[in-house]
Each structure stands twice: as structure tokens, then as C-alpha cells.
Nanobody, 126 residues
């Protein structure tokens, strides 16, 4: 059974940083699964934030986070990270990681992913 667990969320002041972790079990990255990060704020649609390819490690970012967020993976630990710097109040959301054998051009489509974590809350105060 594939399982993803996010951690690392919490309260932070604007301009601060957090590192989110997504620990995978039941599968390994050499199965060629991409890992995406999504977020959902109250009253808003789920939004793709970033993705890392399982095939070659290519990374993708939403325009709203480019230059501030960095996605990475540690294959030995079967864990993906999202380093979030220069946080803004509009980054406040529940952040989810997801895994799937997706096409790179479809990375922002949540319905393309097969497995989801439970989410971790990020709250950025001004």
C-alpha cells in the first residue's frame, strides 16, 4: 500500500522559511513516480506548487513560487522536500504531496496523481 506523509508545516512570519518533507512508503522513487506539491487555502481551489520528475529529477514550479521555493529529493530516504523561503501571507494553505506516473506537461493537474498525503498546515503571518 503506497503511503505519503507530509511534515514540517507550522506558523511562520512573513519573510521566513520552512522546509516541508514528504516521506513515501510502499513504493520507491526508482519506480519512476513524480512527486508533486499542492496547496489549498480556505475558499480556493487546489493549486499545483511544484513537482519533481521520477525519471530524471527535472523540477517544475508555479509562477507564484519561482525563485522562492525549491523542490528536491533524497532517494536513499525515499523523501521529497519543499524548501520554502521568503514566505508571504498568500502562501498560507494546507500543503499536500502527491505521487503518480504523470506526464511532465500535466504536473499541475491534481487528478493525474495516484497517491496523496494527509496535508500539513502552513500559516504565514504578516
Amino acid at each position: 500500500e503506497a503511503h505519503l506523509v507530509e511534515s514540517g508545516g507550522g506558523p511562520v512570519q512573513a519573510g521566513g522559511s520552512l522546509r516541508l518533507s514528504c516521506a513515501a512508503s510502499g513504493f520507491t522513487f526508482d519506480e519512476d513516480y513524480a512527486i508533486g506539491w499542492f496547496r489549498q487555502a480556505p475558499g480556493k481551489e487546489r493549486e499545483g506548487v511544484s513537482c519533481i520528475s521520477g525519471s530524471d529529477g527535472s523540477t517544475y514550479y508555479a509562477d507564484s513560487v519561482k525563485g522562492r521555493f525549491t523542490i528536491s529529493r533524497d532517494t536513499a530516504k525515499n523523501t521529497v522536500y519543499l524548501q520554502m523561503n521568503s514566505l508571504k501571507p498568500e502562501d498560507t494553505a494546507v500543503y499536500y504531496c502527491a505521487a503518480g506516473a504523470i506526464l511532465p506537461r500535466l504536473w499541475v493537474r491534481a487528478e493525474e496523481y495516484d497517491y496523496w498525503g494527509q496535508g500539513t498546515q502552513v500559516t504565514v503571518s504578516s
